[in-house]
């Protein structure tokens, strides 16, 4: 085989090989920002506070191409109920409601727990969130449009904050428009 084949063949394999790391290999994420606790329902904008939102890990992507986060979600002032080494999630960004749920699962000698926070939404590169957060209710878990708490970020007011969680949740709420 003549030199310039092979430097041909080696060149194409090269780039093959960085094109399927780009588009399957992990992207960090990173970011710490300012966002806004509340509850859905104009009467309730009193109850909004602001908070840090923490997030840190990497976007993944399956060979069909769907995204998933894993790392560490930490919002000032919710410390779920879980041992400090398994803060660690895993979060599916695209796909069904199922597949956004914030769970933390742990072992211990009462055997398995699991803990569900809420569901995750956000932009691609996860540098804005928002956050139905579960209440317990009624003897389950769960998140209603009616009178849900959010943590969406960034966002500095109840305002802000709506209208941001109003476009990253567009596509799964078949345009009800969350007030």
């Not at 956004?100 to 803990?115: P, S």
């Not at 540098?127 to 708490?149: A, H, L, P, Y």
């Not at 904050?161 to 109003?166: D, V």
Request: proline share 3%.
């Amino acid at each position: 085989m003549k030199p310039r084949n092979i430097l041909l063949a080696l060149l194409i394999v090269g780039a093959v090989t960085g094109a399927l790391l780009w588009v399957y290999g992990p992207r960090s994420v990173d970011l710490d920002v300012q966002g806004v606790k509340y509850r859905l329902g104009e009467e309730l904008t009193e109850e909004t506070q602001l908070v840090r939102v923490n997030i840190e890990g990497d976007i993944w992507r399956s060979w069909r191409g769907v995204p998933r986060f894993v790392g560490t979600i930490d919002i000032e002032g919710e410390v779920p109920e879980v041992p400090a080494e398994r803060k660690k999630v895993e979060v599916g960004l695209g796909g069904s409601a199922v597949d956004r749920l914030i769970v933390y699962d742990y072992f211990d000698d009462e055997g398995l727990h699991t803990v569900t926070y809420g569901s995750l939404y956000t932009d691609s590169d996860m540098r804005q969130v928002s956050i139905n957060v579960f209440d317990e209710s009624g003897g389950g878990q769960g998140w209603s449009s009616e009178s849900g708490t959010m943590v969406t970020a960034p966002a500095q007011n109840w305002q802000q904050a709506l209208e941001l969680a109003n476009k990253l949740m567009q596509g799964e709420r078949e345009g009800e428009v969350l007030k």
